[in-house]
């Protein structure tokens, strides 16, 4: 085991404050307790009160926060050079380095009493007690220091196998830097980013690389740095929750269930967003058509076009027709919603059901026959129609040559 070596100590207590006071205590035999003089509550006890806390308020930034727990810390930090310590060690290797820590203490059972004895103001006291604070994020953290700005950096996590799981979004600037992962791989990319958000798949991500992806399963695992040199390594264990009942060989089935369902549900998103583009292309052209006096075949190849589109987009799960008119909002049987009905298998602590795996064994053929017929439309069907319209002379829209 490695030894810890403790720089800096204090403590305040009803022996009195500072070391100094605590080891003469101790070695005289002296106790810290007295009999009880907290005039609120004249009981005949006995008790361990620390003196010069009631003149002793916390001041300025940290008034908000007064009570006398917050006293106690003050006291014992006054103390010993405690202060003065920390100066030196965050000098020396910076705040991020230097742990504290803190013992227990009952210091505020006084106020807990008094609002006990006043009823209903429990809640109002809790209230105004301003000591929330954020819960770190769920999983790790990877921490690294750039002594200069670096203009390639990658941050990845890796398996044993050399395999990358996730590529995290890490700072480049000099300095210290912590980024935190969440035990989740990348997730499968469904389109570029987009401003203006369309219907997407079940769960439906838009991007890269970012959060959302299925939960890794208990290993080891690299945090991988590259930035302009050979890469640094740091190897690490994600441990499985020993409350959860699933066996390791459980966790890596689920864990390519996920895989699978996410993957359907990328494709699926992008399905749907070319079918928003080309439902807008074919809408826009249709009103150019109105008026123009192009020829009847023209008028019936973006008919057949607007009611073809609003089939696949039905069976997609697009919504209907949006702006053609009709077809169901969600078909009973959409692709959409066979990917919602497996969406269980995101469950953490259950392998799916078997109704869950039926829906998502459904999903792959349903979803190539309609991408199919959707890119047919992208590279046949509606150049052929932009074509025509040229022909005819309809005024331009977007998605045409300009002329």
Not at 61 to 72: I, V
Not at 321 to 330: A, V
Not at 365 to 384: G, H
Request: with cysteine; glycine share 12%.
């Amino acid at each position: 085991m490695r030894p810890l070596f403790v720089t800096g100590l204090s403590i305040a207590s009803a022996l009195g404050a500072g070391l100094e006071r605590t080891f003469s205590a101790l070695r005289e035999g002296r106790s810290g307790l007295r009999q009880n003089d907290f005039e609120p509550f004249p009981h005949p006890t006995w008790i361990g009160r620390v003196e010069g806390l009631e003149s002793a308020p916390l001041s300025g930034e940290f008034a908000r926060f007064d009570c006398r727990n917050n006293r106690l810390a003050q006291l014992a930090l006054a103390e010993d050079g405690f202060e003065q310590a920390v100066a030196r060690a965050r000098e020396r290797h910076g705040a991020a380095r230097i742990a504290v820590l803190l013992g227990t203490t009952t210091s505020g059972i006084l106020e807990t009493e008094l609002a006990y004895r006043r009823g209903g103001e429990v809640e109002k006291l809790l209230a105004a007690r301003d000591y929330a604070g954020a819960n770190p994020p769920m999983g790790t953290t990877v921490s690294y220091m750039l002594k200069a700005p670096a203009r390639d950096l990658k941050l990845e996590i890796t398996t044993p196998s050399g395999e990358v799981v996730r590529t995290l979004d890490a700072p480049t600037s000099a300095g210290l830097h912590h980024v935190p992962w969440d035990f989740r791989m990348d997730a499968p990319y469904s389109g570029p980013p987009q401003e203006r958000q369309a219907p997407q798949g079940f769960g439906g991500f838009g991007g890269s690389g970012g959060s959302g992806g299925a939960l890794v399963v208990p290993g080891r695992y690299t945090a991988r740095l590259t930035a302009g040199g050979a890469p640094q390594e740091r190897t690490f264990t994600v441990k499985k929750d020993p409350q959860l009942l699933l066996t390791d060989a459980q966790l890596a089935e689920l864990r390519d269930v996920r895989l699978r369902q996410l993957r359907l549900n990328a494709r699926l998103t992008m399905a749907i967003r070319q079918s928003d583009e080309l439902r807008d292309r074919i809408a826009q052209a249709r009103t150019a058509l109105d008026g123009a006096g192009a020829p009847e075949s023209v008028s019936r190849m973006a008919e057949e076009l607007r009611r073809d589109l609003d089939d696949i987009r039905t069976k997609l799960g697009a919504g209907g027709g949006g702006g053609f008119g009709g077809g169901s909002s969600d078909g009973p049987r959409s692709i959409r919603t066979l990917l919602g009905y497996a969406g269980g298998v995101n469950r953490a602590n259950a392998m799916p059901t078997e109704q869950e795996m039926e829906a998502l064994g459904l999903v792959p053929s349903r979803l190539d026959t309609e991408v199919a017929r959707l890119n047919a439309m992208v590279s046949e069907r509606v150049p052929a129609f932009f074509r025509a319209l040229d022909e005819a002379g309809v005024p331009w829209t977007p998605g045409r040559p300009i002329r």
